[in-house]
């Protein structure tokens, strides 16, 4: 018995039903391969969102705690952000400036509207408006304490 070129014997056919099968198999493995390459992408461009975001809510709050006014620290927030919308809301209380930034994800409206958020507190320099209330409290309690009163 000889063998033909494929490694059967001659004048045998091959079965035909794995034919094909390597590039099904290929195609599942590409689509696959593609859905994961999307995810870490999506992945890699809301940690960029996220970072920058709390770098806009880190120099907004060193803005707003100096004694600048508010519209100076969102001035401040989306210009780190490289122009880009950005909803920014800066709360002082007690002598503490709080500055939160929230910026959609760029690039990914599939998404359903992914946004990043991150927040940033900052103590107020002495002297400021911000800090204006907490010194004034300060004071009346070390008052109150010198008085024997609380």
């Not at 707003?64 to 709360?91: F, I, K, S, W």
């Not at 994800?105 to 209330?133: D, F, N, Q, Y």
């Amino acid at each position: 018995m000889t063998l033909g070129h494929r490694g059967g014997p001659e004048g045998r056919a091959r079965p035909s039903g794995d034919r094909g099968a390597v590039t099904a198999e290929l195609a599942i493995g590409m689509v696959a391969v593609a859905v994961v390459l999307v995810a870490v992408l999506a992945t890699g461009a809301a940690a960029v969102a996220q970072l920058r975001c709390l770098d806009a809510a880190r120099t907004a709050a060193r803005v707003a705690a100096t004694g600048e006014p508010d519209a100076a620290a969102v001035a401040a927030a989306r210009d780190a952000l490289g122009g880009r919308a950005a909803d920014v809301r800066v709360a002082r209380s007690g002598g503490w400036v709080t500055v939160r930034v929230s910026a959609p994800v760029v690039g990914w409206a599939g998404l359903g509207g992914l946004r990043a958020e991150a927040s940033a507190t900052s103590w107020a320099e002495p002297g400021t408006a911000g800090a204006a209330g907490m010194a004034s409290s300060g004071a009346r309690a070390a008052g109150a304490a010198a008085r024997g009163t609380a």
